[in-house]
């Protein structure tokens, strides 16, 4: 079975600092993935995704992530933390063939420090 | 174009009991699919649902159940409620599923007693 895994329940890093999320993947086959922002009492916003195009991959509000296969990698980076990036971060897998369902990871909390 | 609506936004119920959530998905969105989200758990998918058909189904028991009308909107019903079922409910639409950005609404937040 497809999972993900999330590498830190919780991230802090100085306001202007770089914000750096791990997601690692287990899949057979190349999948569709996907990176997910909850701020608190809210749905999830959808920052970024992957689906076989280009390795790295251009999201809102500055973030970006890379696909790297032999490494079954989607780390999620953004150059300068900001104060309004606080928030929960969700990497997510669509197993191949399995429609709209998403596998998601355990969530990284990101704390940013003035 | 409006978001993603769910009803209610909040919710108490005490155990035993059944409770009906409701989610409106995008205009012209044809997939709902349903997650529970709970802190020990986190997020796991319940069921989709695509022009009013299962399309796939999660790991939960069959007090969990669902379906889809033909505008599209979506209700969830969970019955002979247990304590372990309080959660953050979301609803997520897309236009297919799949590759396609899906849309999450704000969320139920049931509260089981």
């Known amino acids: 079975a497809q999972s993900v895994t999330q590498l830190g329940s919780h991230v802090s890093v100085s306001e202007g600092a770089l914000v750096l999320l791990r997601c690692n993947y287990s899949?057979?086959?190349?999948?569709?993935l996907f990176w997910y922002v909850q701020y608190p009492n809210q749905g999830l916003q959808l920052l970024l995704k992957?689906?076989?195009?280009?390795?790295l991959v251009k999201g809102i509000n500055g973030f970006e992530a890379e696909f790297k296969k032999s490494e079954t990698s989607f780390h999620l980076t953004k150059p300068s933390a900001h104060m309004s990036d606080a928030a929960e971060y969700f990497c997510?897998?669509?197993?191949?063939?399995?429609?709209?369902?998403?596998?998601f990871g355990q969530g990284t909390e990101l704390s940013v420090k003035p | 174009k409006a978001g993603v609506t769910q009803t209610p936004r909040y919710l108490i119920k005490t155990r035993g009991q059944q409770v009906t959530l409701s989610c409106s998905p995008i205009?012209?969105?044809?997939?709902v699919s349903w997650y529970q989200q709970t802190p020990g758990q986190g997020l796991q998918f319940l069921f989709e649902y695509f022009s009013e058909t299962q399309r796939n189904k999660g790991n939960f028991p069959g007090r969990f159940s669902g379906r889809q009308f033909s505008n599209s909107r979506s209700e969830m019903n969970v019955s002979t409620l247990e304590l372990g079922d309080s959660a953050l409910y979301l609803c997520?639409?897309?236009?297919?599923?799949?590759?396609?950005?899906?849309?999450f609404g704000p969320g139920t937040r049931l509260t089981v007693l």
């Open positions: 205009s012209g969105h044809r997939s």
């Open positions: 992957y689906t076989s195009a280009a390795t």
């Open positions: 997520a639409s897309s236009s297919r599923g799949v590759t396609d950005t899906q849309y």
């Open positions: 899949s057979s086959v190349p999948p569709y």
């Open positions: 997510a897998v669509s197993p191949y063939n399995q429609g709209g369902k998403l596998i």
